[in-house]
């Protein structure tokens, strides 16, 4: 077939494609030679260009000695100094040479082949408030990011996530040469407490194979860093060590106070491409070994992790960001599948997700860290769970929020309970009340103590009032309630910052009884884990939850338990209490020591209360744990402060109204009201709304 498309191309077509090539071949040699020559004028552009952004953007003096071409495609800089102004010098490098592809600098974008670096020194002073690096934190609007608006756009100012990504990644790599030598390269942190160095005495980078060693201060440790590089393809890999020694970063420790070492870290970046034209897709590995992590705000003790790998896909679109379903952390025999997924438009929303298949239930345990859950250490278990978690905020109606959580479980049990011990409040045990993180005092829960009242001798008014504002499925539910979860997470979303928990009456029993009063970042977790425990497992009633609970919360200055309470504030026995007295006492709970602001000189309440008690009242009613009443608001007029309690009479002004202004109730009543109404449906009108 070809030799007969050979015999079809007549003498005159080869002579006209020859003449084709030969131009072809004169305007590549002809523009190579235009480039070649008018190389150091292009060079001095691309300088003038950089040192102009550099002002303009970051106010940064950039000076450079000479700059020269030394080869075909190799620059050469010497004495480089960059200064922000008003600031101390940031870097001083003695001379660099790139090897640079001259194609790409016609367009001003540099790519490195070669670079050789020598006596380079980079300083990060900061003196008071004033830094040399904090341009670095100033926010500038990136020509590129202009560019990447398309006209079509709904909103102008909209950035292609995709390709603003693709270019940043793009501008990271192809500054990653193929070879490399650096020589006497010094890094130092200097503030007004704190100096850090970091020496690099020869780094090298050979066709893409990266070793180097790292001295820190003055050789008292000594990391070796060594690698796979092929930005061309878009692959790296970087593995940090330390000859059998732990890595520390003493920095993080003198100016955060966290103790961070590992014997061996390894990132590696595997995989980045396109798929239809639209979706960035970047994939990579990071591995750690030994992790010891120290720091009073995660845990009391050292956490250690001996083996972590995580494998993660992040996929990018025009108008989302996303960390794939396919991402995987593993610990030990645990594995994790995370979700997280970001979109700014048409709305800006989140979606978060949590999954693991199913496993032996031992593993999830085994898997904590050592140091992370000390209450946990111990415990041995049987069986097999698989655990599912989904949650999706759209913030132009945060209100609509939603969350789910299930943990499956197939023959759990538990064999051992370890240090946590949870079936220890079904028999007489010793608690210990804290304010300010220390003791205050020891309380028997039990018959030996006067104080305890078994839930039998409790007045229905109490127990019905505290279920109702606190907890009102509490018999129903298996220690979470997800309709007060996705209602906290919508306040907490509206009002900026965290202004409500979701806390079940089991979550607040765990949180006093078992946890110490360490306020860690997991400790909530361990909190979360300890009621699944108890409630999966039925190794405590509900009836001797809540008994205990009744029994040990805080209902004032060193007021704790219903015993002690209903005679603080009404001289009373608890099975005497009133439904007013109920309602009153059930309005504290959530802030114990402001119970007496609510109170006039002469023991009545404060007119502003009534609006609560009308409300929780009708909620009763309507569940059947009260009579409706029009009249007195639900025993409002009838509560009375015990007599030596009562404020002395102001003279002129309600100071205790000043410090209870009803502003701030009426805030609280509408999130409780909008709690409530999700919960139990806002039904008929009642006859005083």
């Known amino acids: 077939m070809f030799k007969e498309l050979l015999n079809k191309i007549t003498k005159k077509q080869l002579i006209i494609a020859g003449i084709v090539l030969a131009i072809l071949l004169t305007g590549s040699i002809v523009a190579f030679a235009i480039v070649y020559n008018k190389r150091d004028a292009l060079l001095t552009s691309t300088i003038t260009r950089m040192k102009s952004k550099m002002a303009d953007d970051y106010q940064i003096d950039l000076a450079i000695g000479k700059a020269y071409f ?45 670079l050789y670096v020598h006596n380079a020194n980079i300083q990060l002073i900061k003196r008071d408030s004033i830094s040399n690096y904090d341009f670095m934190f100033r926010e500038t609007t990136l020509p590129e990011e202009v560019e990447s608006q398309s006209p079509n756009d709904d909103n102008g100012s909209d950035v292609n996530m995709a390709q603003a990504v693709n270019r940043m990644l793009n501008n990271v790599l192809y500054k990653i040469p193929e070879n490399m030598e650096l020589r006497n390269f010094k890094l130092t942190y200097r503030d007004d407490s704190t100096q850090q160095h970091i020496s690099i005495p020869k780094a090298d980078i050979d066709r893409g194979n990266l070793a180097s060693a790292v001295f820190l201060n003055n050789n008292e440790a000594a990391w070796q860093v060594s690698g796979k590089l092929n930005p061309g393809r878009r692959q790296l890999y970087v593995k940090v060590h330390a000859n059998g020694q732990k890595i520390a970063l003493p920095l993080l420790e003198q100016k955060f106070g966290l103790k961070l070492s590992f014997d061996t870290i390894e990132a590696r970046l595997r995989e980045v491409y396109w798929t239809n034209n639209e979706f960035l897709h970047i994939k990579g590995e990071w591995a750690v070994k030994n992790l010891d992590v120290n720091h009073w705000r995660i845990a009391q003790e050292d956490v250690l992790v001996p083996d972590a790998h995580v494998d993660a896909e992040v996929i990018v679109g025009k108008n989302h960001l996303e960390l794939s379903k396919a991402s995987k952390v593993t610990v030990k025999q645990l594995t994790i599948h995370p979700y997280i997924r970001y979109t700014t438009a048409p709305v800006e929303t989140y979606a978060f997700g949590l999954e693991t298949p199913e496993m032996e239930a031992q593993d999830l345990f085994d898997a904590f860290p050592k140091g992370l859950f000390e209450s946990l250490e111990g415990i041995r278990v049987a069986g097999k769970i698989q655990y599912k978690m989904g949650a999706f905020l759209d913030t132009s109606n945060p209100d609509s929020v939603q969350f789910t959580s299930n943990m ?104 006093n009884v078992y946890l110490n009063r360490n306020k860690t970042i997991v400790r909530k977790l361990e909190e979360i884990l300890i009621v699944w425990l108890m409630e999966s497992t039925r190794a405590v009633s509900k009836e001797r939850m809540f008994e205990v609970y009744l029994n040990i919360i805080e209902w004032g200055h060193n007021v704790y338990g219903i015993s002690e309470a209903s005679r603080y504030y009404f001289g009373k026995h608890p099975s005497q209490l009133a439904l007013g007295e109920g309602i009153y006492l059930a309005s504290i709970v959530p802030r114990p020591k402001t119970g007496l602001y609510s109170f006039t000189h002469d023991g009545g309440l404060k007119p502003y209360v009534s609006a609560y008690f009308r409300y929780i009242g009708n909620i009763m009613a309507r569940r059947g744990l009260a009579p409706v009443d029009s009249s007195s608001n639900y025993g409002f007029y009838a509560v009375s402060l015990r007599e030596a309690l009562r404020p002395e009479k102001p003279a002129i002004v309600d100071t205790l109204q000043l410090e209870m202004p009803p502003s701030d109730f009426e805030g609280e009543l509408e999130q409780v009201r909008g709690l409530l109404d999700r919960i139990f449906g806002k039904g008929k009108k009642e006859e005083n709304p």
């Open 70 to 114: 030394s080869g075909l495609r190799t620059v050469t800089l010497e004495d480089i100094k960059v200064t922000p102004r008003n600031r101390e010098e940031l870097a001083n490098v003695a001379d660099i040479s790139i090897s640079v592809k001259l194609l790409p600098l016609i367009t001003g974008d540099i790519r490195f082949g070669r």
């Open 408 to 511: 499956e479980q197939n023959g759990f049990k538990v064999n051992a309970w370890g240090k946590a011990n949870i079936p220890k409040i079904n028999a007489p045990f010793v608690y210990t009340p804290y304010e300010n993180e220390k003791p205050v005092r020891e309380i028997i829960v039990g018959p030996e103590n006067p104080n305890f009242i078994p839930i039998a001798q409790i007045s229905p008014n109490l127990k019905n009032a505290i279920l109702t504002t606190e907890d009102p499925s509490f018999y129903s539910h298996n220690g979470f309630v997800e309709e007060a979860i996705r209602t906290s997470i919508a306040i907490n979303y509206k009002e900026k910052a965290f202004k409500r928990g979701g806390s079940t009456i089991s979550m607040q029993l765990v949180k």
